[in-house]
RNA sequence: GUGACUGUAGCUCAACCGGUUAGAGCACCGGACUGUGGCUCCGGGGGUUGGGGGUUCAAGUCCCCUCAGUCACCCCA
């Protein structure tokens, strides 16, 4: 067997390129369409960039070594840090609230399974400067407009919000204690994965009655703010929140997004940082990861750079996307396939072809002609193999009149006017095709 | 890092109970069909059966190790 990639990397062929510039060219357009701007940091960074937040632990599942000046360095894990430093070294001269987004390729060394590669390209988008909860709901808005642009529904994606300020509001209500809080986040994280019996015993090792278990498990499904308003109302903290979420929701609405959101209290997101409002993106048939995650993370920018700035913001892989985007047949797009094909009859010159293409790039138009002399049935074969749209065969009276005969080979669906479209005939003149494609 | 399962051509798969030189389709390259050929026909290249060791007269097939893949755990970019 030849020696393929490294384990948990990927070559990228052509067909599997056009896939991933095809997510990396709607991420773009989105981010853009929501007036955030791209920027972007070093793909290594030195080690204590992500030990001073989480400790030495974490070195275990980092891409890191000594470069040869000694420096303890690694290939990035995730780009908040790096967005931390950046944002938190210019904060006095940025507008506020910042907007940006990335594309990094971020590295983690851990054994590959389905979704998770060694390495990946995540889309982050950030708003940083803004604590109300009209920038959660632009935020939200941006990863759900990404799933409408590729194609999806709210029947294939699901949007999974929840707030980890009401849910500690809650906890405390059911008598979780602060110091029990952390380990019952981790529960309720894994509450739909494993067993309920198994979710109640770690609940009751903790100390958790089995009332306040039973009340947390009927939090977890279908619920909605009107029934935890009936239940929990009068518990101040709690009503605050809910006020909070209901505004949350209506400017989900009116950014056009509602019908694709639910609540849902499961959904914690690691176990650090998060402060507010969290989010993660599911198919819908739940066959795979999160496509997505993101929430507020109001202390990150203080703890990291010493910045106070109230900030929030996702990660979207192209991994799961990827894996989504095939099983619903959606990631079929073409390799770049060219414009024209320019063919030599049996009576034409390869000059005469080079001469024409020439012409035809110089108008902006993408050709391909064979490299070496060929029968024109060849080149036709060859013509259609490449995905060209025409065919152009040039012949004797090409160098004198500058005529050629052009057919359609393939229509491209979805690929705008044709040619064709524009006209009565095939054009019979090099220079009537030019003249078209400039003006396509 | 732990566990289970799986490795035959670029891809999808054959190969009897262990038995001759490991085959087919698709893809790729070449040729024919001498004129809109995305067809049809003919031919070719491509494999140390993931790698190494062992058992045997004989291993793709059985055993061990290793590497890789898939899935789960851990963890969650």
Redesign the pocket.
């Known amino acids: 067997?030849?020696q393929?990639?490294?384990?948990?990397f990927r070559d990228f062929y052509p067909t599997e390129f056009a896939q991933r510039a095809y997510i990396a060219r709607i991420w773009r357009d989105v981010a853009r369409r929501y007036a955030f701007v791209e920027y972007d940091g070093p793909p290594l960074e030195p080690l204590e960039l992500y030990t001073r937040k989480s400790g030495d632990e974490i070195v275990?599942?980092l891409y890191n070594f000594t470069d040869k000046g000694g420096r303890e360095v690694a290939l990035r894990?995730?780009?908040?840090p790096t967005l931390a430093r950046m944002v938190a070294a210019r904060a006095n001269a940025l507008r506020k609230p910042v907007r940006w987004f990335s594309l990094p390729q971020?590295?983690?060394y851990?054994?590959?399974?389905?979704?998770?590669?060694?390495?990946?390209f995540?889309l982050n988008v950030d708003i940083i400067g803004e604590s109300g909860v009209t920038a959660d709901a632009e935020l939200l808005a941006v990863a759900i407009d990404i799933m409408r642009e590729f194609g999806l529904s709210p029947d294939d994606v699901r949007a999974r919000v929840s707030d980890r300020r009401l849910l500690r509001a809650l906890l405390e209500r059911l008598g979780v204690g602060d110091e029990q809080l952390p380990a019952v986040f981790?529960i309720i994280?894994?509450i739909e994965?494993?067993p309920r019996e198994v979710s109640v015993e770690k609940l009751s090792a903790l100390g958790v009655s089995s009332e306040s278990a039973d009340s947390l498990f009927s939090l977890m499904d279908g619920l909605t703010l009107d029934a935890l308003r009936a239940r929990f109302g009068d518990t101040p903290a709690i009503a605050e929140r809910i006020a909070d979420l209901e505004r949350y929701y209506t400017y989900l609405a009116d950014l056009g997004v509602a019908e694709w959101v639910q609540l849902d209290l499961s959904i914690v997101?690691?176990?650090?940082y998060y402060t507010g409002i969290v989010f993660e993106l599911f198919d819908a048939r739940g066959e795979f990861?999160?496509i997505c995650?993101g929430g507020r993370y109001d202390n990150l920018l203080k703890s990291l750079g010493g910045v106070d700035l109230p900030a929030l913001g996702f990660?979207m892989?192209d991994?799961?996307l990827g894996e989504l985007l095939r099983a619903r047949g959606l990631s079929d797009v073409p390799i770049g396939e060219p414009d024209f094909w320019v063919a030599a009859a049996?009576d034409g010159d390869l000059r005469d072809v080079m001469l024409a293409a020439t012409q035809l790039r110089r108008a902006g138009a993408s050709v391909e002609y064979a490299l070496r002399p060929?029968?024109?049935?060849?080149q036709?074969?060859?013509?259609?193999?490449a995905g060209a749209t025409y065919?152009i065969t040039v012949g004797a009276d090409f160098a004198e009149r500058g005529s050629v005969?052009v057919?359609e080979?393939?229509?491209v669906e979805g690929a705008g006017a044709s040619l064709v479209d524009r006209l009565e005939e095939m054009p019979k003149t090099l220079a009537s095709i030019i003249a078209l494609v400039r003006d396509v």
Do not use: W
């Not at 393929?4 to 948990?8: E, Y």
């Open positions: 067997m030849a393929g990639a490294l384990p948990g275990a599942q894990p995730e780009m908040t971020l590295f983690r851990e054994r590959q399974q389905k979704g998770r590669l060694r390495e990946h995540q981790g994280d894994k994965r494993q997101r690691g176990l650090a990861r999160a995650g990660g892989g991994v799961v049996e060929q029968t024109l049935s060849k036709r074969k060859a013509a259609f193999s065919f005969q057919d080979v393939q229509h």
